[in-house]
């Protein structure tokens, strides 16, 4: 894929290689493959891999999407990572749409904020 904004100096580029799964009540989608902005104006690029998608109750019970796996953007400038955890429901407890994850240094691996909460309504930065 391509998308190019000139008025706004970005443009994206990327590739994307879903592979599909089938788990008895859900199927899932791995997502396999990468995104990569530019932004010019501030000469950033960052990278960005895509969590995977499940659909969950396709035969019987509600059906829910919902997002799991990790995701990862950095930023080579800027020398930052953002690693993500997208938490999917446990059968039992749990709830849909939280995440979990660690902005660091790229260089020193050193942890800047930790980051929770749920990415529908409200997520937390803990410095």
């Not at 530019?38 to 895509?50: D, G, H, I, Q």
């Not at 990862?72 to 709830?95: H, N, P, Q, R």
Request: aromatic share 14%; with cysteine; hydrophobic share 35%.
């Amino acid at each position: 894929m391509f998308y190019r904004s000139p008025e706004h100096h970005i443009a994206i580029e990327g590739d994307l290689r879903p592979k599909s799964r089938f788990f008895g009540n859900s199927v899932g989608m791995l997502l396999e493959g990468y995104a990569k902005v530019n932004f010019a104006k501030n000469n950033e690029n960052y990278l960005v891999t895509y969590p995977n998608m499940y659909a969950r109750g396709i035969l019987f019970g509600k059906m829910v999407l919902e997002l799991g796996e990790t995701s990862t953007v950095t930023c080579e400038e800027s020398d930052l990572a953002f690693d993500v955890e997208f938490k999917t429901k446990g059968i039992i407890w749990g709830s849909y749409n939280q995440i979990a994850g660690k902005i660091r240094r790229i260089s020193t691996r050193e942890v800047l904020y930790e980051i929770s909460g749920n990415w529908q309504t409200q997520i937390y930065i803990l410095d």
